[in-house]
Nanobody
Framework: QVQLVESGGGLVQAGGSLRLSCVASGRTFSSYAMGWFRQAPGKEREFVAAISWITNTYYADSVKGRFTISRDNAKKTVFLQMNSLNPEDTAVYYC??????????????????WGQGTQVTVSS
């Protein structure tokens, strides 16, 4: 089955940037829809961004214009470039795979596999 491993989180000051990576083990990675979700303390896990198997991209309104999702199928990796970070972006960020259908969905229950998460902390 699919295993996902996130990396790239850390501490950054407001206005700074981070680039998250998620490496997948699946043999048919190029057919998966991939997503990024985040969960802050005391909050529900929320949709951040997603990318389809043909690289169409989708973003939550809160991150449009600041975050960019991309994928490298040869490396079985999905990225999240985060710019202009603010304290409201502080959360554990999770990558997820939707293996049955290569079309993204903002509902976390539509995704089959999840990574362990990587902490992003933005200081003011």
């Amino acid at each position: 089955q699919v295993q996902l491993v996130e990396s790239g989180g850390g501490l950054v000051q407001a206005g700074g940037s981070l680039r998250l990576s998620c490496v997948a083990s699946g043999r048919t990675f190029s057919s998966y829809a991939m997503g990024w979700f985040r969960q802050a303390p005391g909050k529900e896990r929320e949709f951040v961004a997603a990318i389809s198997w043909i690289t169409n991209t989708y973003y939550a309104d809160s991150v449009k214009g600041r975050f960019t999702i991309s994928r490298d199928n040869a490396k079985k990796t999905v990225f999240l470039q985060m710019n202009s970070l603010n304290p409201e972006d502080t959360a554990v960020y999770y990558c997820a795979a939707r293996t049955g259908v290569g079309v993204p969905n903002p509902n976390r229950h539509e995704y089959d596999y999840w990574g362990q998460g990587t902490q992003v902390t933005v200081s003011s």
